[in-house]
């Protein structure tokens, strides 16, 4: 978020000189940005993969810090909630064999953090939302006990007022209120960053709004909550919910846009107008100051580090959103936050190949989509893919200028793929390594058996053995991290009789 956080008390000073300062961090911002040479340079792709830490019994484990502490590494740090981490792996050249290099990354580091939890009786496991969760999972101590999370809690209960209704519907529905936040820590997600110019922001910024719905549709890996049978990817809309810091009137006549959402509108210009927007629309929840004058650094060619700037636009978590860093030389990258953790890793790194070929794909005839393709089709695309999966029925223009049609998200995709490929092999992957992973994506496509249809086959079969809900969970989970540990692709994963 770019700046640490050490203490979880603030005043009113405290917020009025952290808005003065987001007000700097913007005309410092668009000055970096419209600076020539800046962001120029090879295209990098990154990820984050967040994990829930689990006893011998597929309970959640609340021992993450414990367990980053002994993996030893900077590069696997503890989530918002207290049995969930993080491994990042460095960036990689798009161009040559990303995929491959990024599983290589993953590897190592699951490795590593095995071996760290291993002495604390944990395991890991990467699934959208813990199938084995229970109600009294989400208490007070369902946060981890650091500033940053505390203060993150505290800020959203300050300026929600109110318990945080989650409301889901499906097969089973669920209804609940919630006195706090620590629902939120029941989602982990596969968050994959892309580097973009600030010249080819805008293109590929929309091109990745239109492709996050389709492949969703096919990642989705969350059917289920507290026992309920709900969403494709349940995650979400818990998320949204679980995350929402407006006071129940202001979401009724929607006077602002929840925290959490998909986003507001097509990107006209640049990425200034996204960080723009959320110091515009949403509150501070962190108002933590660093040193620097970014205007004066800006002014002097200098890279601000734009801590507050960051610290905020970190804190409103749009499915996709800007990320400027100011390490090295600077950089502004994409971050793609819709993709769910697991089920596999090649699983994960075909959905990534996927979104980032689709949107390399669309990026150079994206302008002659949009003006027949409404912003609020592309959101309701994102919603019914995350609720339905691969049958959702989404609008999509089929050809630039064409109104959109309705179709499949299955039908869509395998339309696709084609050009998905051909968008890995303009941004420089080599053919073997895009075929490979495409395969994967099309193959599970195909046979319609993502990591949710999976978990409710599985969960159906498992069921009418024991009769009982919460025992072929916990069995399916069970079978869930066989899986996983195969390293197979979830469409061969056995579903039992």
Request: aromatic fraction near 8%; include cysteine; hydrophobic fraction near 45%.
């Amino acid at each position: 978020m770019g700046i640490e956080i050490d203490h979880d008390l603030f005043t009113a000073a405290d917020y009025r000189r952290f808005k003065e300062r987001l007000r700097q961090g913007l005309v410092a911002l668009e000055r970096v940005l419209g600076r020539p040479g800046f962001g120029e340079g090879e295209t990098t792709i990154g990820t984050e993969l967040e994990l829930f830490l689990i006893d011998a019994e597929g309970r959640p484990l609340r021992v993450s810090r414990d367990v980053v502490q002994a993996t030893g590494t900077p590069l696997v740090t503890p989530e918002m909630g207290a049995f969930d981490i993080e491994l990042s792996t460095p960036p990689v050249m798009l161009r040559g064999r990303p995929f491959s290099e990024l599983r290589e990354h993953m590897e190592l580091a699951l490795q590593i953090i095995r071996q760290g939890a291993t002495r604390f009786g944990a395991n890991v496991v990467p699934v959208s939302i813990l199938p084995t969760f229970r109600r009294d999972d989400f208490d007070a101590n369902a946060i981890t006990d650091l500033p940053r999370y505390r203060a993150l809690a505290a800020g959203l209960n300050r300026l929600r007022k109110t318990p945080f209704r989650i409301c889901i519907d499906g097969d089973e529905p669920l209804a609940l209120m919630s006195a706090d936040v620590a629902m939120e820590a029941a989602n982990t997600a596969f968050q994959v960053h892309l580097r973009v110019t600030p010249r080819e922001f805008a293109r590929m910024f929309n091109a990745a709004l239109m492709m996050t719905a389709p492949v969703l549709a096919a990642a989705g890996n969350s059917p289920t909550f507290l026992g309920h049978r709900l969403w494709h990817e349940t995650r979400v809309a818990l998320f949204k919910q679980a995350g929402d810091d407006r006071t129940p009137e202001e979401a009724a006549a929607f006077l602002r846009p929840p925290r959490i959402g998909f986003a507001t509108g097509w990107v006209r210009e640049g990425a200034a107008e996204l960080f723009m927007e959320s110091v515009a629309l949403h509150e501070p929840i962190l108002p933590v100051c660093g040193e620097e004058n970014a205007v004066e650094c800006a002014d002097s060619g200098g890279l601000p580090q734009l801590e507050e700037l960051r610290l905020h636009h970190g804190t409103v978590w749009n499915w996709n959103r800007p990320v400027y860093d100011p390490g090295g030389d600077g950089n502004l990258r994409i971050e793609l936050r819709a993709l769910p953790s697991g089920p596999g890793i090649d699983d994960m790194l075909a959905n990534a190949a996927c979104l980032l070929g689709g949107i390399l794909a669309l990026a150079p005839h994206v302008h002659e989509m949009l003006p027949a393709f409404p912003f609020a089709l592309a959101e309701r695309n994102f919603y019914r893919a995350a609720q339905f999966g691969l049958d959702a029925e989404l609008a999509w223009p089929l050809e630039p200028h064409a109104p959109p049609v309705s179709v499949t998200a299955r039908e869509l995709l395998l339309q696709l793929l084609p050009r998905i490929f051909e968008g890995l092999i303009a941004g420089g992957v080599v053919p073997e390594e895009a075929r490979h992973f495409l395969d994967l994506f099309g193959e599970r496509v195909r046979t319609g058996i993502t990591g949710a249809v999976w978990q409710r086959r599985t969960l159906d079969a498992l069921q009418a053995r024991s009769g009982d809900r919460e025992t072929a969970l916990r069995e399916m989970l069970k079978l869930y991290l066989a899986g996983f540990q195969s390293r197979q692709p979830i469409f061969a994963w056995p579903i039992p009789k």
